[in-house]
């Protein structure tokens, strides 16, 4: 089976650093592209960071270009998102999804379960 | 960066009605855009994905269509586990944008 668990989600300070990870399963992990999508409580969907099945190729959304580093270890499965100067408004459920590149096109599937930051004093 | 613009940004409809909902883009996207499912607590599931593909297990009620910078969302005959928020999501260039979404609730 397919599975994405995120971990690593917590209470921190304004200013802080957090680091979360997402252990992959049930495929080659080092085959594909992988996401962080995050969402504010009550909000919508917002995309944070994707990073390519080698890690060549890199991007952020501009709110967290320089805060946030995407990464990944491929002989561990894993994804993480290093967050540093946290703020209030990065508090949300930050979720990790494999890209699949179809013929068609590309394919966001699956999610994780997400795991919750929450930026408070 | 390009700006998706969901409508309508919620919607009551009836068990067995026939749904559409509109995605619109600031520029053209060709067909770079997926649509998913969102249910309470729960992490977002792909329904559609290249405008109009449907991603494997999803029921063929969901149908997309589109391109360049219009785009829709139909389910037919509405059940009671498809009252979600839908959202799209162009993939045609980074940073990659999302709709605001659509709730939509049983009337």
């Known amino acids: 089976e397919v599975q994405l668990v995120e971990s690593g989600g917590g209470l921190v300070k304004p200013g802080g650093s957090l680091r979360l990870s997402c252990e992959a399963s049930?495929?080659?992990?080092?085959?594909?592209?992988m996401n962080w999508v995050r969402q504010a409580p009550g909000k919508g969907l917002e995309w944070v960071s994707s990073?390519?099945?080698?890690?060549?190729?890199?991007y952020y959304a501009d709110s967290m270009k320089g805060r946030f580093t995407i990464s990944r270890d491929n002989a561990k499965n894993s994804l993480y998102l290093q967050m540093n100067s946290l703020r209030g408004e990065d508090s949300a459920v930050y979720y990790c999804?494999?890209?699949?590149?179809?013929?068609?096109?590309?394919?966001?599937?699956?999610w994780g379960q997400g795991t919750l930051v929450t930026v408070s004093s | 960066d390009i700006q998706m613009t969901q409508s309508p940004s919620s919607l009551s409809a009836s068990v067995g009605d026939r749904v559409t909902i509109t995605c619109r883009a600031s520029?053209?996207?060709?067909?770079?855009l997926a649509w998913f499912q969102q249910k309470p607590g729960k992490a977002p599931k792909s329904l559609i994905y290249?405008?109009?593909s449907l991603q494997s297990g999803v029921p063929s009620k969901f149908s997309g269509s589109g391109s360049g910078t219009d785009f829709t969302l139909t389910i037919s005959s509405l059940q009671p586990e498809d009252f979600a928020t839908y959202y799209c999501?162009?993939?045609?260039?980074?940073?990659?944008?999302f709709g605001q979404g659509t709730r939509l609730e049983i009337k």
């Open positions: 520029q053209g996207i060709t067909n770079y």
């Open positions: 049930g495929f080659t992990f080092s085959s594909y592209s």
């Open positions: 290249a405008a109009s």
């Open positions: 999804a494999r890209e699949s590149g179809t013929i068609s096109g590309v394919l966001v599937d699956p």
């Open positions: 990073i390519s099945s080698s890690s060549s190729y890199i």
């Open positions: 999501q162009q993939y045609n260039s980074y940073p990659r944008t």
